[in-house]
Nanobody, 124 residues
Framework: QVRLVESGGGLVQAGGSLRLSCTGS????????MGWFRQAPGKEREFVAA????????NYADSVKGRFTISRVNAKNTVNLQMNSLNAEDTAVYYC?????????????????WGQGTQVTVSS
């Protein structure tokens, strides 16, 4: 059984930073592209960032470029999302997702497995 478990969410002031982590089990982690998505209240789930299985390629939504960094440690079955310069528009539930094919795409429908999500709240 595949499990993705997110951690690191919380409440932070605008301009602050958070680091999200996602640990996978039940899958050959280094064969999966990993992505982060988010969903704010009343809005659709949107792509945030993705990283190819090897870590050699990454992809970011325009809204987070230059502020967020995705990385992975395959030996620990972990993908991280470092979030800096947070603002109120970043408030959402953040989800980790995995897909077994390239590239590091933005389409949620292509992802096979999802975590339960972790809440990020940015106070202004």
């Amino acid at each position: 059984q595949v499990r993705l478990v997110e951690s690191g969410g919380g409440l932070v002031q605008a301009g602050g930073s958070l680091r999200l982590s996602c640990t996978g089990s039940g899958l050959t982690f280094n064969m999966y592209t990993m992505g982060w998505f988010r969903q704010a209240p009343g809005k659709e789930r949107e792509f945030v960032a993705a990283i190819r299985w090897s870590g050699s390629s990454t992809n970011y939504a325009d809204s987070v470029k230059g502020r967020f960094t995705i990385s992975r440690v395959n030996a620990k079955n972990t993908v991280n999302l470092q979030m800096n310069s947070l603002n109120a528009e970043d408030t959402a539930v953040y989800y980790c997702a995995a897909k077994h094919v390239d590239p590091a795409g933005i389409d949620a429908a292509e992802y096979d497995y999802w975590g339960q999500g972790t809440q990020v709240t940015v106070s202004s």
